[in-house]
């Protein structure tokens, strides 16, 4: 069965640089959850997205913003990347009607230098 | 203060043996109840959802204790298989929070031979 992808898979940045990670839900899916883990910490929620619309914000930076865009894809812009933003960026994708099921796409590692 | 508070282990296991952890959750609006294993460097996979009847799933027993806002996850004959981080994990539905989930910090548990 199709999964969430995520790319890149790895990602090396210096500080005060830029990235955009993407995430292709599973076919079907509306709504796309990002979150972020930390070494050694939970995932926290960033952001997500229901039919294109922003539907919940978590602890998303001002430095960060993200879309989704007509075929349900979604990207997560960073910009002026700090060394704290070296962290696991997961995508999950769920159905609207049924929010309680959220499956995790492998995410993005993401190296701040 | 974490919404969802976990001990973090680890719990070394001898393979065979029956482990158990629990979780607490602070927000008594929350509706729905999971846990989720983690693999080191790997995305969250649902294991299974919590409901207050008990439920079970193979060798994994989750209880839900709405009363008194704790989860639990047992295991019985424990697998090497079974090593990895647990994850205690809240869904809030509420104008304020649409489907986000709120991530415990995780018990590890360590199966030994």
């Known amino acids: 069965a199709a999964g969430v992808i995520q790319s890149p898979r790895h990602l090396i940045k210096e500080k005060r640089e830029t990235a955009t990670l993407k995430c292709y839900p599973i076919p079907r899916h509306d709504t796309v959850y990002w979150y972020q883990q930390g070494p050694g910490q939970d995932p926290q929620f960033l952001i997500s997205?229901?039919?294109?619309?922003?539907?919940d914000k978590g602890s998303i930076p001002d430095r960060f913003s993200a879309q989704q865009f007509s075929d349900y894809h979604s990207e997560l812009n960073m910009s002026s990347l700090e060394l704290g933003d070296s962290a696991l960026y997961f995508c999950?994708?769920?159905?609207?009607?049924?929010?309680?099921?959220?499956?995790f796409g492998p995410g993005t590692r993401l190296l701040v230098l | 203060r974490k919404e969802v508070e976990q001990d973090p282990g680890p719990f070394n296991v001898p393979e065979g043996a029956t482990v158990a952890f629990n979780c607490t959750y602070s927000?008594?609006?929350?509706?729905?109840f999971f846990w989720y294993r983690q693999d080191c460097r790997k995305e969250p996979k649902l294991l299974m959802s919590?409901?207050?009847s008990g439920n079970e799933d193979g060798r994994f027993t989750a209880q839900l204790n709405r009363a008194s806002q704790y989860i639990s996850l047992l295991i019985r004959d424990s697998k090497l298989s079974d090593s990895a981080t647990y994850l205690c994990v809240v869904l809030s539905l509420t104008t304020d929070s649409w489907g986000k989930l709120q991530f415990g910090a995780g018990t590890q548990v360590v199966v030994t031979p």
């Open positions: 919590v409901y207050s």
């Open positions: 999950a994708s769920s159905r609207y009607g049924d929010l309680e099921t959220q499956y």
């Open positions: 927000n008594s609006a929350s509706q729905s």
């Open positions: 997205f229901y039919e294109k619309m922003q539907s």
